[in-house]
């Protein structure tokens, strides 16, 4: 079992580029999390997917980040224009589903993204 | 709505001594689960150990154990016999029935040999 694979593990892009970040969950695992971490702020929740289907996105930013989840295998995190206060490390994790609940989510490596 | 604090933001033990950490939280739901996480300085989180609402015994896992007061809405963190690899961040999450986690801030532990 290989974990959460995220990539890239770091991206710099300049200010107003779009970022794109990836996260592979653990196979069999239902649900897939996204979290943001910075020193100011902490561990913050972002958006979550079960069974592919977004389920909760009440911690993205309104505006330019968006979240996919196509197929079981991967989701994705995209940032439109991004700003220097989007620098952080985005965080992916996955649980297996409990009939409805949740069992301790896998976090991946995370991926820092600095933005110039 | 859901707050998890963990009031100290380091703390440091001796080699074999005994940590505490301590969480608090705030959640109107009746059910939840209390997690503890450690953040490598790599930044990889490593899950240690959890505690659901409904259990009135703590929970142990290894040398890491958890004292539950829920009546206070607190949980501390215990782990015996500290070694220098326990040393880094250490988080407390609330999981809501939907399954996010609220975090704490952390404390960060240091362990010297």
Redesign the interface.
């Known amino acids: 079992n290989a974990g959460v694979i995220q990539t890239p593990r770091h991206k710099v892009t300049g200010k107003g580029q779009e970022a794109t970040l990836w996260c592979e969950p653990i196979s069999g695992h239902s649900a897939v999390f996204w979290y943001r971490q910075t020193i100011v702020q902490g561990l913050e929740f972002l958006t979550y997917f079960r069974n592919q289907a977004p389920i909760d996105d009440s911690g993205m930013p309104k505006e330019r980040f968006s979240a996919q989840m196509p197929n079981q295998s991967h989701s994705t995190l995209k940032i439109q224009s991004t700003q220097p206060q989007d620098s952080a490390v985005y965080l992916c994790a996955s649980s297996s589903d409990w009939g409805g609940s949740y069992a301790e989510q896998f976090f991946g490596p995370g991926t820092r993204l600095t933005v110039l | 709505a859901q707050r998890v604090t963990q009031v100290q933001p380091t703390g440091s033990s001796q080699w074999g001594e005994e940590v505490t950490l301590d969480c608090s939280y705030e959640t109107s739901e009746y ?1 939840y ?1 209390i ?1 503890w ?1 450690r953040q490598l300085f ?4 490593v ?1 240690l150990i ?1 505690q659901p609402s409904f259990d009135t015994q703590n929970q142990r896992s290894g040398r890491y154990s958890v004292v539950f007061q829920k009546s206070f809405k607190s949980i501390s963190l215990v782990i015996s016999a500290s070694q220098p690899e326990d040393s880094g961040t250490y ?1 407390c ?1 609330l ?1 809501e ?10 404390t960060q532990v240091t362990v010297i040999s």
């Open positions: 059910f689960r997690f996480y790599s930044g990889e989180m899950f959890y988080f999450a999981s029935p939907s399954g996010k986690l609220t975090f704490g801030e952390g």
